[in-house]
C-alpha cells in the first residue's frame, strides 16, 4: 500500500467544545497511520477555538477553520472536507468529544481495505461508563419504527436503536451508524455527494447512511473496534435548541425519503407526531435549565 492510501483524513466540526476538542485532536495525532485534520468552528464563544488555534496553529498536519456564525453541522463537515487533500482515499467524519485509541483508525483502515463494497463504517461507541451508547447501529427510521421508539413499544415491534442486542463477533451490515464516528471511502463518496446541509443538526447522519446504501455502498457496523463518546460537550447548555434542530431534522428525513410512499394523511400523521413528540419534552427541558 502507498503512503496516501494508509493515510486518514479526518473532520471535526467544533461548536463550544471546552477542553475536550484539543484532547480529541491530541488522539487522532497519535494514531499509529498518518493523518490530516481539517477542523470547522462554528462560531465558538467558549474560548475553544483561540485554544486550538495556539496549540495546532502550526501543526503541519492541522488546519483551523473559522466560522463567524454557526453553520451547523453538515455544513461545516463539507467545509472541512474541502480543506483536505484530494488524494486521501478515506475520510474519518468525527465527532470533538470523541476520543479514539492509537490503533482504532489503523483497525478500521484494515476492515475497508478488505471489504471494497464498504462504503462506509463505524465502530462499537462506548459511553463514558463503557456502556454501549444508543445510536451506534441502528435499523432504518421507517415511520413505523420511529413511532415504536417514541412510544416504547421495542419488546412488540422493531424499533430503530439496536443497543441492547448482542454484539456480533465480526463486522456487519447495518442500515446506519453514528455521525459521531463515520468513515467514509472518497469513491463512494464522491458517487453519493455531501452530507445535507438543509439539516442543521442531528438526522444527517441517517440521511447520508440511506443515501449510501441507495447507490448500492454497504453501511457496515464493526464491534470490534471501540471509541469513548462524551456526547454533547457542545449541546449540554442548549437542550431546547439541540431538540428542536433534531425534530426538525426529523420531519425533514421523512418529507425526503417517504412522502411519496404513503397518501398525504399518513405523512401529516407523522409530521404531527413528531411535533407532539417536542412539545411534550418541551417542559421537562424548560424545568432542567432553571434547576441548573
Known sequence: MSAVADSIGVVIVNFNGGKLIPKCINAVLDSS?????????????DGSLEALQTEFSNHAQVTIIAN?????????SNRALSA?????????????DCLIGRHTLQKMLLVMQQSPE?????????????????????????PLRAFSTMVKLGQHLEGVNRVGELLP????????????????????LTEVGLMDE?????????????????????????PQVAVTHLKGSSSHGRPIR????????????????????????????????????????????ILRNLRT
Open 118 to 142: 464498504m462504503g462506509m463504517g463505524g465502530c462499537l461507541i462506548l459511553n463514558e461508563d463503557g456502556s454501549e451508547q444508543r445510536g451506534c447501529r441502528r435499523n432504518e427510521p421507517t
Open 198 to 222: 438543509a439539516y442543521f443538526l442531528h438526522c444527517e447522519d441517517l440521511d447520508w447512511c440511506k443515501r449510501f446504501r441507495q447507490q448500492g455502498w454497504k453501511v457496515i457496523f464493526v
Open 242 to 285: 439541540v431538540e428542536w434542530h433534531k425534530h426538525r431534522g426529523m420531519i425533514r428525513y421523512y418529507r425526503k425519503f417517504y412522502k411519496d410512499k404513503h397518501p398525504f394523511y399518513v405523512m401529516w400523521t407523522i409530521y404531527l407526531a413528531v411535533a407532539g413528540r417536542f412539545i411534550l419534552l418541551l417542559p421537562r427541558m
Open 33 to 45: 497511520i498518518s493523518v490530516e485534520i481539517a477542523v470547522t468552528d462554528n462560531g465558538s464563544t
Open 169 to 188: 463477533d465480526k463486522p456487519v451490515e447495518v442500515d446506519a451508524i453514528s455521525g459521531a464516528f463515520m468513515l467514509v471511502r472518497r469513491t463512494a
Open 84 to 96: 483536505l487533500g484530494s488524494s486521501l482515499q478515506t475520510i474519518l467524519f468525527l465527532n470533538p
Open 68 to 76: 463567524d456564525t454557526n453553520s451547523g453541522f453538515a455544513t461545516g
